[in-house]
């Protein structure tokens, strides 16, 4: 068959991720280990067994479904990181939004197909496929013949030479609880702050972790007013008062594929020696956000919630966040 022969040419790497039950045997040992634990604590055992074989077999099912279609190489989630992805490989992720995000952010723009393996028990909005529809989509995808939509990333590039990508957010803190002391300089505007960290999101984060926090912000912001503690707290002015940008609200959804980022400060506190007048702003391609870090020690940038990976960022060293020079491609 021409066209058989033709497709097996395609590389294709499937992302599988591990299920809570094999997170739970790595930790305890055994299943039996496993489930005595569970039970003690007052869970239902049996949702993470039938989660398990379920995406057991979606993991099966899809080996079958796309070795039909090309070379196969399945890769567990935790290797992402230091694989080396070729640039015609087309990559299918079997698993929940986040572990969609945490593989995008490796690719150099090849498509991206997020396949949800149990409809029923994940939503995923980056999951528009099942493994049903893998036989009839990767042809497609091969020619080029399928929509793909692209996704801006966030960049943060380090004085030193490393850098880290974001899908939905970048996390610049610190490692503990305790406050986050670093200079910030957006625009002619510089502070020196101490917080609980700055969350820079993209158009895609703009439903997470960015709208949870601009809530927050709201509801603090109202309820405090109606106290009579507005001007108590610093908030009758300023940066405080401004209104978020343009697209940015609570209830907005940001294009994925939006030419700006989005920066917030957590909880920034004034003092004699640190301000809290640049909170919130919008960073632009010719307009990044500078951080320094005044942190001795547990400085860290971390990216779509994966704190394992991450960058040292201690005291001296310089952060600048800005939008990366390359772009998702989610297949829809």
Not at 138 to 160: G, Y
Not at 171 to 192: D, K, N, P
């Given at each position: 068959m021409s066209s058989g022969g033709q497709v097996s040419e395609n590389k294709i790497v499937l992302v599988k991720r591990k299920t809570r039950l094999e997170e739970l045997v790595v930790r305890y040992n055994t299943v039996q280990q496993a489930q005595f634990y569970i039970e003690r604590l007052g869970a239902d055992f049996s949702d993470y067994i039938s989660e398990d074989l379920t995406y057991r077999q979606a993991v099966e099912t899809a080996v079958i479904e796309?070795?039909?279609?090309?070379?196969?190489?399945?890769?567990?989630?935790?290797?992402?990181?230091?694989?080396?992805?070729?640039?015609?490989?087309?990559?299918?992720v079997l698993g929940q939004d986040g572990l969609v995000a945490n593989t995008l952010k490796y690719l150099q723009e090849q498509p991206l197909?997020?396949?949800?393996?149990?409809?029923?028990?994940?939503?995923?909005?980056?999951?528009?496929?099942?493994?049903?529809?893998?036989?009839?989509?990767?042809?497609?995808?091969?020619?080029?013949?399928?929509?793909?939509?692209?996704?801006?990333?966030?960049?943060?590039?380090?004085?030193?030479?490393?850098?880290?990508?974001?899908?939905?957010?970048?996390?610049?803190?610190?490692?503990?609880?305790?406050?986050?002391?670093?200079?910030?300089?957006?625009?002619?505007?510089?502070?020196?702050?101490?917080?609980?960290?700055?969350?820079v999101s993209t158009g895609l984060g703009s439903t997470g972790w960015l709208r949870s926090v601009l809530a927050g912000a709201a509801g603090v912001t109202r309820s405090a007013a109606g106290?009579?503690?507005?001007?108590?707290?610093?908030?009758?002015?300023?940066?405080?008062?401004?209104?978020?940008?343009?697209?940015?609200?609570?209830?907005?959804?940001?294009?994925?594929?939006?030419?700006?980022?989005?920066?917030?400060?957590?909880?920034?506190?004034p003092s004699r020696t640190t301000s809290a007048g640049v909170v919130f702003g919008r960073v632009s391609g010719n307009e990044p956000l500078r951080i320094t870090s005044q942190m001795p020690e547990d400085g860290v940038i971390f990216s779509d919630g994966v704190e394992s990976d991450f960058l040292a960022f201690n005291s001296g060293v310089e952060a600048v966040i800005g939008l990366a020079e390359k772009r998702g491609r989610l297949v829809v």
């Open positions: 796309l070795s039909a279609l090309g070379r196969v190489q399945v890769l567990e989630r935790q290797h992402v990181p230091n694989f080396i992805f070729g640039g015609e490989d087309t990559v299918v197909i997020g396949v949800n393996p149990d409809p029923q028990r994940w939503d995923g909005v980056l999951l528009p496929f099942t493994v049903k529809d893998l036989r009839l989509l990767l042809p497609e995808v091969f020619r080029s013949r399928r929509q793909v939509r692209e996704v801006t990333l966030a960049k943060a590039e380090l004085n030193d030479g490393q850098s880290l990508y974001g899908v939905n957010d970048l996390f610049i803190g610190r490692r503990t609880h305790v406050s986050a002391r670093y200079l910030l300089q957006h625009g002619a505007a510089a502070e020196q702050q101490s917080s609980s960290g700055i969350i106290l009579g503690l507005a001007a108590a707290a610093g908030m009758s002015g300023g940066a405080a008062g401004r209104e978020p940008a343009a697209g940015a609200g609570t209830e907005s959804r940001l294009a994925w594929d939006d030419p700006n980022l989005y920066f917030t400060v957590r909880e920034p506190f």
